[in-house]
């Protein structure tokens, strides 16, 4: 089965055996992300939180034919723990 970055187009050839999740298939670094309702398909450089700082990087908006105003989902900190920022208010004790 093939494979194709949505944004550059570089493909990857992927062998699956049986039923598999696409997360867990993909090469190290390409990943699903969540732009503006709809899923693409990005390799490890397209799909790299730098283009991701501050909105979406030019490159992806171009490449994906988007607007600038688009909503971006981080599926990276919903992986965080939910006490996460409450241990870090916490005053921690001086020796």
Same mark, same amino acid.
């Given at each position: 089965m093939?494979?194709?970055? #949505?944004?550059?187009?570089?493909?990857?050839? /992927?062998?699956?055996?049986?039923?598999?999740?696409?997360?867990d298939?993909?090469?190290r670094?390409?990943?699903?992300?969540?732009? #503006?309702?709809?899923?693409y398909? /990005?390799? #490890?450089?397209?799909?790299?939180?730098?283009? %991701?700082?501050?909105?979406?990087s030019?490159?992806?908006?171009?490449?994906?034919?988007?607007p600038?105003?688009?909503?971006?989902? %981080?599926p990276?900190?919903?992986?965080?723990?939910? #006490?996460? %920022?409450?241990?870090?208010?916490?005053?921690?004790?001086?020796a």
């Amino acid at each position: 089965m093939k494979i194709c970055c #949505d944004a550059c187009q570089a493909e990857y050839t /992927l062998e699956v055996k049986g039923p598999i999740l696409l997360k867990d298939a993909l090469p190290r670094g390409w990943r699903p992300r969540r732009i #503006d309702g709809r899923v693409y398909i /990005l390799c #490890d450089v397209c799909g790299n939180l730098r283009q %991701f700082v501050g909105g979406l990087s030019p490159y992806l908006q171009q490449r994906l034919q988007l607007p600038s105003n688009v909503e971006i989902e %981080f599926p990276e900190h919903t992986e965080i723990p939910h #006490d996460w %920022f409450e241990r870090l208010r916490e005053p921690k004790p001086r020796a």
